[in-house]
């Protein structure tokens, strides 16, 4: 504790790079928030801004609309919340509870604004065809 603090003093708490000397209850309480927190669960794609993937991939633009904005979606982890609304690879994701996702960018912020147990609608395309699906978090 000492490398990590400077102090001989007890208590000092630490976790995850955070260093509490003493009793500080309002960072306890941030800690607190941030690890007692139910998590998430993730989406569980791994995607790529689909203007740029279908530059260098020609041969899925066959199955896309021209122009397209979104995310590609690349592959879908298993047991995660995008495989249980039905993602699969191929589909390039346009929307995300109601707003536009035409980035990489775009799909991870709005996702990171969702908590434990929310609900968003995704609009997506597959095969040229439009879709959505409920994203149970």
Do not use: C, W
């Amino acid at each position: 504790m000492i490398k990590l603090s400077g102090q001989q003093g007890v208590p000092v708490i630490a976790a995850d790079g955070d260093v509490i000397l003493g009793f500080d209850q309002a960072r306890l309480k941030r800690l607190a928030d941030k690890y007692g927190a139910a998590k998430r669960p993730p989406l569980g794609v791994l995607g790529a801004n689909a203007e740029e993937y279908l530059a260098r991939h020609p041969e899925a633009t066959e199955q896309a609309p021209a122009g397209i904005k979104g995310v590609y979606v690349g592959k879908v982890r298993p047991d995660t919340v995008g495989e249980r609304a039905g993602l699969k690879p191929g589909d390039i994701v346009t929307g995300l509870a109601g707003k536009r996702v035409r980035s990489m960018a775009d799909l991870d912020q709005m996702i990171d604004a969702l908590k434990a147990g929310d609900k968003a609608t995704v609009r997506y395309v597959r095969k040229g065809e439009e879709h959505s699906a409920q994203l149970q978090f």
